[in-house]
């Protein structure tokens, strides 16, 4: 039985391997870039968060997230790590639950693949981009407008549409759609936000250790702390992908409150101010020593203190809006940077088009599907790697075990 994978992404590899464990099955594993895993190997800015000890208590969205959680079972985070661990990749955890490659680059993950992947029974086309699929009386043709290679299963794993320099298509929407699949409205996530404020190109490389909340009309639409960075047009960093999720979606007032000082209250920054005002400092360092230096001028600047006058002269009011600055600062937001930003597509492939304990369409018998293309999407922390290895598994599984 000949299966074809479409795309050498993270849930493809997981699918080619698992089909070719059984020896009756021959693999073909198609990829349109030079190499698999191009993406992979960006992860985690160069590190890979290939999974997370947490993935099974949560952490997906779609339609039917619940969707999800056969496959998640059935392969979960420790059996993932022990099936990279046979493969030859040292993995460490960190306290959150984030797991990296002992090496701490991605490239070691991709190489594990790359080796597993190496077997009599799987060969490998990169270049070649599947642009039709002709469903056959046995099966399936691809072609990529020049060649034309037949299988009886097929695995379609050609990813999201976020970060398209990486690999980021439409491609697998559209392959799925001409046999009848439906898609979602394509979202970004895991994004960094835009906001309309002026002053952020003043911040731009800054961190910071916050408490974030993203109000949509006044309303809590998520929160999250952690490390946010500021950029030449709005904010970014783990913290932010965390609450991006669909924000600024809807019309409305959207905005970031920040408390820069998460693990203090009002009252003993208060105090701490009235202390500085007993001191020397100039009134816009008045923040000198707490918090970056940049963002501490920021803060002030925008609590409407005056310049450099002494902070001898700062008015209880004045240090009440100080207070409020750091604790409950508010910018407003505009979009998503977009897709080609995004680390993941929110949205795809409806799932109630697939069987969640076979991935194969409930449509096209013999058809399957696995990773992002589907409408499941993760949060940040190896989330999303784990839904395509988990996904990807078991698609492989299943199109291997199946009679035709
Ligand atoms: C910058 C960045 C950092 C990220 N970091 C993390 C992280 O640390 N942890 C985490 O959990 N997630 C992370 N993600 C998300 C994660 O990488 C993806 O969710 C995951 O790779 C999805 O796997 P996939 O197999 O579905 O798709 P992909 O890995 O995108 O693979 C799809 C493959 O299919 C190929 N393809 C598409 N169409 C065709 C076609 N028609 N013919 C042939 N080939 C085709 C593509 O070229 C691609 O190689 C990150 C994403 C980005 C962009």
Redesign the pocket.
């Known amino acids: 039985m000949v299966i074809a994978i ?7 590899m997981a699918a080619a391997l698992a089909a070719a464990e059984n020896p009756g099955v021959q693999v073909l594993l ?4 030079a190499r ?1 895993g ?3 190997q ?3 800015n160069g590190r ?3 999974t997370n000890l947490h993935a099974l208590e949560g952490g997906y969205h779609g339609t039917a997230p619940d969707f999800a959680g056969e496959a998640l079972k059935a392969f979960d985070p420790q059996a993932t790590l022990a099936w990279f661990r046979n493969l030859g990749l040292y993995t460490v955890a960190e306290e959150s639950g984030r797991v990296y490659p002992y090496s701490d680059q991605a490239n070691s993950v991709v190489d594990v693949l790359r080796f597993a992947l190496e077997k009599p029974n799987i060969s490998l086309h990169t270049g ?4 039709k699929i002709t469903r056959q009386e046995k099966g399936f043709a691809l072609s990529d407008g020049e060649q034309t290679l037949f299988c009886n299963k097929l695995i379609v ?4 549409i ?2 398209s320099k ?4 439409m ?2 929407y559209k ?1 799925l759609s001409k046999l009848g699949h439906k898609s979602t409205r394509l979202r970004p996530s895991l994004v960094q936000l835009k906001t309309g404020w002026a002053e952020v190109t003043s911040l731009k490389g800054v961190r910071a250790n916050c408490k974030i909340e993203i109000l949509h009309d006044g309303k809590r639409h998520s929160q999250s702390a952690g490390e946010v960075q500021f950029t030449e047009y709005g904010i970014s960093g783990p913290v932010v992908f965390e609450v991006s999720r669909d924000a600024c979606s809807e019309r409305g007032e959207w905005k970031a409150q920040l408390d820069f000082l998460p693990d203090w209250t009002e009252e003993m920054l208060l105090e701490e101010l009235l202390r500085r005002t007993r001191t020397n400092l100039p009134m816009d360092e008045l923040l000198t020593g707490i918090l970056h230096n940049r963002l501490g001028r920021v803060l002030t600047r925008s609590a409407g203190v005056r310049g450099r006058t002494a902070a001898s002269e700062l008015t209880a009011e004045e240090a009440r809006q100080v207070c409020r600055c750091v604790k409950a600062f508010e910018i407003s937001l505009t979009e998503p940077l977009g897709m080609d930003s995004a ?2 597509t929110a949205g795809g492939v409806l799932t109630e088009q697939f069987d969640p304990s076979t991935m194969e369409s409930r449509l096209v018998p013999g058809l399957y599907t ?4 589907l409408d499941i999407d ?1 949060d940040c922390g ?5 839904w ?1 290895w988990s996904s ?1 598994r078991c698609a492989g599984l299943h199109a291997g075990k199946e009679t035709l």
């Open positions: 479409i795309g050498g992404g993270a849930s493809g198609l990829e349109r870039q698999v191009r993406k992979l960006a992860t985690g890979c968060n290939l070649f981009e599947v642009q794993a050609c990813g999201g976020a970060g990486l690999g980021g298509t491609s697998g392959l680390q993941v696995c990773g992002e293309v993760g190896g989330y999303n790697l784990q395509a990807g």
